[in-house]
């Protein structure tokens, strides 16, 4: 398996209660074929630029192990999903 890193913006006009469960399943995808070693949920933040007339995102940073199949399922949730504004999947090479 190899390391990876993910982090992705969720936007702030959602409810709390969405923001958790929005978390939950991505952390839910990662472990369906790999394992979660450091999430950090670093909060409501104001972003560089307007993205579709918001100014605001909750930043979630994952480092997790997992296979090429995890990260394209991960993508492909992520481009579908309405609360993500923004996403980045990097290979760990640290």
């Not at 469960?21 to 839910?28: A, C, L, P, R, V």
């Not at 930043?59 to 997790?64: A, I, N, S, T």
Request: aromatic share 8%; hydrophobic share 45%; proline share 1%.
């Amino acid at each position: 398996m190899r390391k990876y890193e993910i982090m992705y913006i969720i936007r702030t006009d959602i409810e709390a209660e969405a923001v958790q469960s929005t978390i939950e399943k991505f952390q839910g995808i990662i472990e369906n074929g790999g394992e979660v070693t450091k999430s950090d949920v670093m909060g409501k933040r104001r972003l560089a630029y307007e993205i579709n007339k918001l100014r605001d995102g909750h930043f979630v940073l994952v480092h997790f192990n997992g296979t090429p199949a995890v990260v394209a399922e991960l993508e492909r949730v992520m481009k579908i999903s309405d609360e993500i504004i923004r996403y980045l999947i990097v290979k760990d090479v640290a």
